[in-house]
């Protein structure tokens, strides 16, 4: 269900890069429980069954084209530096968004950043292990549309609501300098919530699923806390907040 937080949440933020998602009742799935229905997108560029990528990354790839800043400034990238079609400030949305929500299955699938719990899947597959050579470690779920190659698509976007403030995924943010003005601007605003509530409020089943406004107001605290520990990180870290409607 995190999959209908995580669609409000991009929305809000203005990086607009998740598919559609709501929630339903029916009688064929769960015993009529409230389960999240996603829009599909045909123009979804093909994937892999390994990755489930549109392109192959690993994360040593992934580092340096982020010091390459590719496409920025409409600047043509040199063959020799790597870069896929990929603009580079899709990047800084993808790690702002999967920051707040502690979405690690893209940039950290083996949970290299953090103390995974034993039902998280990198335990579960025993990846947890494999730290040691973390730069030939395939990034996924990294997908484009067919006919837009710059520009992301967040999907699968399971995000955790009960990993506390001492055990946040940091790596998630490495390599990242520049964040979206958009996203930024609302973290600072201090109308998240507001935003959030009202938004959320729409969505009748997902709302009533998590226990009306009360268990909603506990999401929410959760996505507050953590913006404000990114704020702090921006700040520390001399990061810019620029414009990225490119």
């Known amino acids: ?36 229905v996603i829009l599909w997108d045909s ?6 069954n390994s990755t489930h990528s549109s392109v192959r990354l690993t994360w040593g790839q992934y580092q340096q084209l982020l010091k390459q800043k590719c496409w920025q400034n409409g600047k043509v990238p040199k063959a020799e530096w790597g870069c896929t079609e990929i603009h580079h400030h899709e990047w800084s949305k993808m790690a702002l968004f999967d920051f707040l929500l502690q979405i690690y299955s893209r940039l ?9 719990l034993r039902e998280d899947s990198c335990m579960q597959q025993g990846l947890k292990l494999r730290c040691s050579d973390q730069d030939a470690v395939h990034l996924t779920h990294i997908v484009q549309r067919r006919h837009d190659q710059r520009h992301l698509v967040f999907i699968d976007n399971k995000g955790f609501f009960d990993r506390n403030e001492d055990n946040l995924d940091f790596k998630i943010l490495q390599g ?18 507001e935003k959030l509530l009202q938004s959320l409020f729409l ?39 620029l414009p990225m409607n490119e």
């Open 108 to 116: 950290d699938r083996n949970c290299c950043g953090f103390k995974p």
């Open 1 to 36: 269900m995190s999959e209908v937080f995580a669609f409000h949440l991009d929305r809000i933020l203005g990086l607009n890069r998740s598919l559609p998602s709501i929630s339903r009742r029916s009688e064929f799935f769960q015993d009529g429980q409230a389960c999240p």
């Open 43 to 48: 123009s979804l560029s093909p994937t892999d």
């Open 203 to 241: 969505d009748k089943i997902y709302w009533e699923s998590q226990g009306g406004r009360n268990g909603i107001e506990k999401l929410i605290d959760v996505i507050e806390r953590r913006s404000k520990i990114l704020l702090t990180y921006i700040n520390a870290h001399g990061a810019k907040v």
């Open 176 to 193: 990242i300098n520049e964040f979206p003005e958009s996203a930024v601007s609302v973290l600072r605003s201090q109308r998240l919530r």
